[in-house]
């Protein structure tokens, strides 16, 4: 744990050599004015002392500047040393009066201010000298509480599980929460448990550091704590974000804090060097199972999602923060997925069970996969070419299953867009044709195929005359030379108006 706060005026008056004495009752003084640490001791018989004095320090007078039943004098004395942030005040009792006058006493209790006597024989120099071996003291203590915590954390990070074991080190020495955010912003690791409230503002601030792409430090001060949040990585590429729920953060802290921060670096990039490794033992992985043979890959990972399983192929991923999120998936759920990137694009391979954690995936990341049947390790490449296709032939967002696109038989799964601009290309002609003569050749030819080229029976459902109809359909065949009497001519061009659309 940490070592004892900064010395603070009650530890003043706990020497009991120096004989002080507070004047000022404690209960008359604002809750914990005597645990607010002391930077420093001054002295000063000046009116207007403030502009020689700094923040957080105790102030010594012998009352020289002090006029007889001056009380509105004092009482503007007393208000210019609390607005300059003074601690207390001490009066050198018998240099010129014995005890402070009546009206500084009562300034001081109106103002909130701690006002102590000191004893004729101790000088001032005394007070001043104890409060700073007691600050040495203190800043000695620190330091070594610093190196000795920077010392555990080196430890901690050479354990099985080093970034989790050194942040928990990190909250423990601290004595606060301590929160890991991986690079898409999501909690990786909480210590040592997860924020009581305010999570949502935190999660917000992270999403916005890690979104400007710097290396920065940001501190969210709320009712009851401040949490303060350091990137860590390169500009441009970081790694994450550590939270921590401390306020005031000194040097010392800060610097056990940059430990924590550099070992939390090395050890994610560490992480990536071997994930590195690992995506492209699964890309060799993955070629095994489209050949339909499961068995090297369960030698390898020891298991694969349960069957019968999902595969689903997702173009434009973000790969490290897909397979990130499915093995976090897997640490806190148990759910065993396989994942792995080749030229088709991210192949993610699931139990049928788990087919919810598709959705989560997709709405999380903001991507678009196609989604196969359920279907058995032998039948694998199956699978996956049904993932690629659905993929391919919807133009919608979201998770796209193969079962919904592949409804539309043989001749839609042929269109891609290179047969639709063929198609459409084939159809200029007659399309110009309708466009400029206001004829309805496309849609005469439609439904004519439609009626298995049956005159009468077209006729009737456009309701035009027979000769009219064999008139178009003369027509028609001569815009896209094409001899209509055949069947294969007839064939092709029912497939050239379906790609078409």
Do not use: N
């Amino acid at each position: 744990m940490e070592p004892a706060p900064a010395p603070t005026l009650r530890t003043l008056l706990g020497h009991p050599e120096l004989r002080l004495s507070l004047v000022t009752a404690e209960d008359a003084l604002p809750e914990g004015a005597l645990e607010l640490p002391v930077r420093w001791v001054h002295s000063s018989d000046l009116v207007d002392p403030t502009p020689f004095l700094a923040d957080d320090l105790l102030l010594l007078t012998t009352g020289s500047q002090f006029a007889e039943r001056d009380e509105a004098g004092v009482t503007a004395y007393v208000a210019r040393l609390v607005r300059r942030g003074v601690r207390a005040l001490g009066f050198g009792s018998g240099v010129h009066r014995l005890g402070p006058p009546d009206e500084l006493v009562t300034a001081c209790v109106e103002a909130g201010l701690a006002l102590f006597d000191v004893p004729y024989d101790i000088p001032f120099l005394a007070i001043a000298r104890a409060h700073a071996e007691a600050m040495a003291a203190h800043a000695y203590a620190r330091r070594t509480w610093a190196l000795e915590v920077q010392r555990a954390l080196a430890v901690a990070a050479l354990r099985p599980r080093g970034l989790e074991a050194t942040l928990a080190e990190l909250a423990r020495r601290l004595g606060c929460w301590v929160g890991l955010f991986d690079s898409s912003g999501a909690i990786a690791q909480e210590h040592p448990e997860p924020l009581p409230h305010g999570g949502e503002a935190v999660a917000d601030a992270v999403a916005e550091l890690l979104a400007r792409g710097t290396t920065a430090s940001r501190s969210l001060d709320g009712p009851d704590r401040t949490v303060t949040l350091f990137t860590f990585g390169r500009s441009g590429q970081l790694k994450g974000v550590i939270g921590v729920d401390l306020s005031p953060i000194d040097a010392e802290a800060r610097a056990v804090i940059t430990t924590a921060i550099a070992m939390a670096g090395l050890s994610l990039e560490q992480s990536e060097q071997l994930a590195r490794g690992r995506r492209r033992m699964h890309t060799q992985l993955l070629a095994s199972l489209r050949a339909d043979d499961p068995a090297l890959a369960r030698r390898t990972l020891g298991a694969l999602p349960p069957a019968p399983m999902l595969v689903a192929v997702a173009v434009g991923a973000p790969v490290d923060a897909v397979v990130g999120w499915f093995e976090r998936q897997r640490a806190v759920g148990g759910t065993v997925s396989f994942v792995a990137e080749d030229a088709d694009g991210l192949t993610i391979c699931l139990g049928s069970s788990s087919r919810a954690l598709l959705d989560q995936v997709s709405e999380r990341f903001g991507i678009r996969m196609g989604v196969s049947e359920p279907a058995e390790y032998r039948e694998f490449a199956h699978a996956h070419a049904q993932a690629m296709s659905a993929l391919q032939r919807s133009g919608g967002d979201g998770v796209i299953e193969y079962h919904d696109v592949g409804s539309g038989g043989v001749l839609d799964a042929l269109v891609s867009s290179e047969t639709r601009t063929l198609a459409r290309t084939r159809l200029a002609p007659l399309r110009a044709h309708d466009a400029t003569a206001g004829y309805e050749l496309e849609r005469t030819l439609r439904v004519w195929l439609e009626h298995d080229a049956h005159s009468e029976q077209t006729a009737a459902a456009l309701g035009i005359h027979r000769h009219t109809l064999r008139t178009r359909i003369a027509q028609a065949a001569a815009l896209l030379g094409s001899d209509l009497t055949s069947f294969p001519a007839r064939a092709e061009l029912w497939a050239t108006l379906r790609a078409a659309g």
